[in-house]
């Protein structure tokens, strides 16, 4: 659907996205995740138009749109900071792409109409913009751009400027409206358990450059390098004498209070953590100047105190290896 | 947090404020007035404002002022504005233009005028309205693109964006989202340029000719036969015109900056 070809970008001599490509596919659900700064808007603003890359190619449904203004590109962008029209109720404002590109009128006002009931925004249809609430100027944010029956819709933190329940609430939907309109998403966040909950797919990016892309659930389990193993979840790093680095998920490793057969490591429990569900513990270890997290569930009945002394354990197959 | 104010520091800016209004204040009690001479209080009286709308010579300056006004406020507001959107992206990388269009605020009248003047007789150019139009442009622009100018820097670039990628063209997203934007600015930059223009007689008195004579330079050529209560009542209207027109454009500019920092006009 979408495809970047050797992409780079650079302001004022400053490379922000490092050559790159990447294919996205019709109908998928994929993310760009990465701390700010790390040049995943860029991206997805060089898909919208709104930045031309210094080098490389993108492509459109196999049609080369490099130079294409954002006018002319089949696809649609929800802002970060919803950029609704002030001077325009609701209704106008999901009217106005149709209204840009001529559509007639009796087909302007059905798909106003389905915008407006697939975001369950029909109450709100004759309100200004300043009258609504964050969460439902996002809606509106939404209705405007799905009018338009982008193939694509491209999505910067749509949902960065709401409180946690709100968006708790709008990520269950935005995945539920994504599967019921069948349309490719590129959804910027930094939010690593946003990505995870909605995405098909994830590209990690930090720093300009890609560092992994997969499915959630290959990303969490084979993190391939350091900053994607400790950027998705929690993560224990361990470095081997010989150079090689390999990390455990704090659900992999086992406590072992009676340490008299030798573990893997041993350490001194400096904190337990109760968190409902689960409780953790987070030990130092002896002879490295570093702290693992071990996650319990309601399984473990042992009792554990602060101070105590005890061996770590982990089967060889929850190793991941790191970096090359 | 209260805090006791010096009382001397109150008195203080009432006498200021005694100060700049005293002299409005005696022109407006003396327009009033029912003797002809200007220093002895008689009674009451509007009449003055009466002869003053069957005065032939005032109604023919009022109308030259008027079409000069409306003429060069129409002309400056559209330059100004083009000047202002043509200069939002060069403004950062050219600190030289920026200054170069402050210009005609800060210089002198008396020198825009003779400059002017200069320039209309070195091309041979008939004095008259249409100089005193060119003249009431050239200083007007600023003022429109200053104030147009703040307008779009509060506006940023999103709400464009936004209308490019729903399928706007340039040509559309300034018609239906631009415009509306800045649409208060440019009225209270026409407003000004209307102020401006119906009170100015420095440069005007440098490139008026004959029969371009307006209300300004019609009440400084009565003065020198002394100061009648005619002009009194002309210039009580002309400051009550002007004070409410500055309030409008004041008022526009700051509509719609709500929790912004209210931007003021630059005098």
Redesign the interface.
């Known amino acids: 659907m979408i495809q970047l070809v050797n992409i780079e970008k650079q302001f004022a001599g400053q490379p922000v996205v490092h050559p790159l490509s990447l294919t996205i596919e019709e109908g998928e659900f994929l993310t760009l995740l990465g701390p700010s700064g790390c040049g995943k808007t860029t991206i997805l603003r060089m898909i919208a138009g709104f930045e031309q890359p210094t080098v490389g190619e993108i492509f459109l449904d196999g049609k080369n749109v490099t130079e294409l203004p954002p006018n002319k590109r089949d696809l649609n962008l929800v802002f970060q900071h919803y950029a609704l029209f002030p001077h325009m109720t609701v209704e106008q404002n999901i009217q106005f792409g149709l209204k840009m590109k001529k559509i007639p009128a009796a087909e302007q006002k059905e798909r106003i109409a389905e915008a407006i009931r697939l975001t369950q925004l029909t109450p709100l249809a004759k309100r200004y913009p300043h009258q609504l609430s964050g969460g439902q100027q996002q809606r509106v944010a939404i209705a405007r751009a799905i009018a338009n029956k982008p193939r694509v819709l491209l999505l910067d933190e749509p949902l960065g400027a709401l409180d946690l329940q709100l968006r708790k609430n709008l990520q269950a939907e935005l995945k539920q409206l994504q599967r019921s309109l069948g349309i490719t998403f590129v959804y910027v966040t930094h939010d690593q358990e946003e990505a995870m909950m909605m995405s098909d797919r994830i590209v990690i990016m930090n720093t300009g450059k890609i560092e992994q892309i997969g499915t959630p659930k290959e990303i969490y389990n084979r993190p391939q390098t350091l900053f994607a193993a400790t950027f998705i979840g929690e993560n224990n790093v361990f470095n081997e004498e010989d150079g090689r680095m390999f990390a455990v998920r704090p659900e992999k490793l086992i406590p072992v209070s009676d340490n008299s057969r030798g573990s893997k490591r041993t350490g001194v429990i400096q904190d337990i953590v109760y968190l409902g569900n689960v409780h953790k513990l987070v030990v130092h270890l002896d002879h490295e100047q570093t702290s693992v997290s071990i996650c319990l569930d309601f399984t473990d009945e042992d009792t554990w105190q602060i101070g105590q002394q005890i061996g770590i354990d982990w089967s060889d197959a929850s190793e991941v290896n790191i970096g090359p | 947090m209260k805090q006791k104010t010096n009382p001397l520091l109150s008195i203080h800016s009432y006498i200021v404020i005694a100060f700049i209004y005293l002299p409005v204040l005696m022109i407006l009690i003396f327009s009033f007035n029912t003797s002809r001479i200007s220093s002895k209080w008689e009674g009451f009286t509007f009449k003055w404002y009466g002869s003053l709308f069957s005065n032939r010579y005032v109604m023919d300056a009022l109308m030259n002022s008027l079409t000069i006004a409306i003429t060069s406020t129409i002309i400056a507001t559209v330059l100004g504005t083009i000047a202002a959107i043509a200069l939002r992206n060069a403004l950062k990388k050219s600190k030289t233009v920026l200054g170069m269009l402050y210009l005609p605020i800060v210089v002198p009248d008396i020198i825009m005028g003779l400059s002017l003047l200069l320039l209309f007789s070195q091309f041979h150019f008939p004095l008259g309205k249409w100089t005193i139009i060119i003249a009431h442009v050239t200083f007007s622009i600023s003022y429109v693109y200053v104030i147009v100018a703040s307008r779009i820097s509060g506006m940023g670039k999103?709400?464009e964006?936004?209308?490019?990628?729903?399928?706007?063209?340039p040509w559309?997203t300034f018609r239906?989202?631009t415009l509306?934007?800045i649409w208060p600015g440019v009225l209270a930059g026409a407003i000004m340029a209307f102020t401006l223009s119906i009170d100015d007689f420095m440069i005007s008195f440098f490139v008026s000719g004959p029969n371009s004579t307006t209300l300004p330079i019609y009440i400084y050529g009565l003065v020198k036969r002394g100061i009648s209560p005619e002009i009194n009542a002309l210039c009580t209207i002309m400051i009550f015109v002007s004070v409410g027109l500055i309030l409008l454009a004041q008022w526009l500019q700051n509509k719609?900056n709500r929790g912004k920092k209210a931007s003021t006009l630059p005098f």
């Open positions: 999103q709400l964006e936004a209308a490019q990628d729903l399928g706007a063209s559309q239906h989202i509306p934007a719609g």
